[in-house]
C-alpha cells in the first residue's frame, strides 16, 4: 500500500483545510488508518483514526473541530479540520496498519497563523 496525503495550506485562526490520503489500494480493504502530526521540537503524535468497521477516535485537544472519513468515490482517508487554532500547526502525516506493517505517506504541512 503507498500512501499519499495532500491539502495542506496557511490558513488564518478559526480557519478550516481538509486534508486527503489517497491509496494505492480500495480505501475500505485498509482496517485502520489514522493521522498524525508533529509540530517544530516536538513528538510526532496521533490525531485521530478510522477503522473500515466505521469506528472513529480523536485527541482530546482536536474533538469537536476535526473529523475523520473515508471517501469511496476518491478512494481517499479526509480530515475535515475546522476552527483551526495555531497550536494546529504541524506536519500531518497519514497511516495505514495493512497485513501488520505500518505504512506512511510523506506528510504536508499545516501552517496556522495569522
Known amino acids: 500500500v503507498q500512501l499519499q496525503a495532500f491539502g495542506g495550506g496557511l490558513v488564518q485562526p478559526g480557519g478550516s483545510l481538509r486534508l486527503s490520503c489517497a491509496a494505492s489500494?480500495?480505501?475500505?480493504?485498509?482496517?485502520?488508518m489514522a493521522w498524525y502530526r508533529q509540530a517544530p521540537g516536538k513528538q510526532r503524535e496521533l490525531v485521530a483514526f478510522?477503522?473500515?468497521?466505521?469506528?472513529?477516535h480523536y485527541v482530546d485537544s482536536v474533538k469537536g473541530r476535526f473529523t475523520i472519513s473515508r471517501d469511496a468515490a476518491g478512494n481517499t482517508m479526509d480530515l475535515q479540520m475546522n476552527s483551526l487554532k495555531p497550536e494546529d500547526t504541524a506536519k500531518y502525516y497519514c497511516?495505514?496498519?495493512?497485513?501488520?506493517?505500518?505504512?506512511w505517506g510523506q506528510g504536508t504541512l499545516v501552517t496556522v497563523s495569522s
Open positions: 478510522s477503522t473500515n468497521s466505521g469506528m472513529t
Open positions: 497511516n495505514a496498519q495493512y497485513d501488520g506493517t505500518p505504512i
Open positions: 489500494k480500495d480505501i475500505f480493504s485498509i482496517n485502520f
